[in-house]
């Protein structure tokens, strides 16, 4: 994947309350193409088909299927709170939109709120994807923009510490604002990761704190093995 594939994106408001539907973000990789009747698309489909059953029961599917030098690889994961069945929704419609956006690439990625699904010709089970990597952030500014950043970061960094300490690689929670406001935020990392990587992987997304969404009221770093969000409302189905 290039190391160029930083993207920033802004948000309104309404997107975000909007029903999950629509990818947010993906990356078609240019580090190879495959053609019509190349061995790996088999794969790549049976791949797909795979992860669409084996993700939603848990949450995190990995797999691969074939041999060399056509072997692909791939893994799928859901939101730590989102039901099996909207899991099994969120990984079949990203295998299939991904398969459209990036018909040709031996090696793509695309985000859902609720699912992420990434394939590749290489082996990359346990590594810390670096490259893939976006934010979002809500256009809002609050009123007390370093008061209001120390508080995320804490809230962040100690949702980080119980992802990680999680067998799920997950976490989510809330914290007292000023007033009777509440923050709210999230932590997850793909479960082919080590606990001390998925750690090192969201201290590192939590350092973006600063270029990402300095004073803004909503934001998320989105790579793939790692993200957080955090909102000023709810945004889990379950919290
Ligand atoms: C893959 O295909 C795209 C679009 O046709 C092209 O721009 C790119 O250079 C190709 N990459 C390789 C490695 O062949
Ligand atoms: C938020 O603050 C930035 C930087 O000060 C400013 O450019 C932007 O217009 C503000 N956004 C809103 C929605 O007020």
């Known amino acids: 994947m290039s190391s160029s594939s930083l993207y920033l994106l802004t948000f309104a408001f309404f997107l975000q309350t909007a029903f999950g539907a ?3 973000f993906h990356f078609c990789s240019d580090s190879g193409n495959f053609s ?3 061995p790996y698309e088999p794969n790549l489909n049976k791949l797909t088909a795979y992860l669409s059953v084996q993700t939603p029961p848990s949450g995190f599917g990995m797999g691969s299927i074939g041999q060399e030098p056509n072997q692909a690889y791939g893994l799928a994961l859901c939101r730590g709170d989102v039901s099996s069945q ?6 079949v419609e990203a295998g299939t939109e991904i ?3 990036c018909p ?3 090696d793509a990625i695309i985000w859902y709120d609720n699912c992420l699904f990434k394939y590749s010709n290489q082996e990359f089970f346990g590594q810390i994807d670096n490259e893939n990597m976006f934010y979002m952030w809500n256009l809002n500014n609050v009123s007390e923009p370093q008061a209001f950043n120390q508080k995320t970061k804490q809230l962040l960094t100690e949702l980080a510490n119980e992802a990680y300490a999680n067998p799920k690689l997950y976490a989510a929670g809330e914290t007292e604002l000023y007033g009777s406001e509440k923050l709210y935020g999230l932590t997850q990392c793909t479960r082919d990761l080590s606990a001390s990587d998925c750690k090192k992987c969201l201290d590192g997304i939590i350092g973006e704190l600063p270029s990402c969404c300095d004073g803004k009221q909503g934001g ?3 790579g793939g093995s790692c993200n957080f969000r955090y909102e ?3 945004f889990l189905n379950s919290l």
């Open 232 to 234: 000023i409302y709810p």
């Open 36 to 38: 019509t009747y190349d």
């Open 86 to 91: 909207d899991c099994e929704t969120c990984v």
């Open 104 to 106: 040709y690439n031996k």
């Open 220 to 222: 998320r770093v989105v």
């Open 99 to 101: 398969r459209k956006r």
């Open 22 to 24: 629509d990818p947010l």
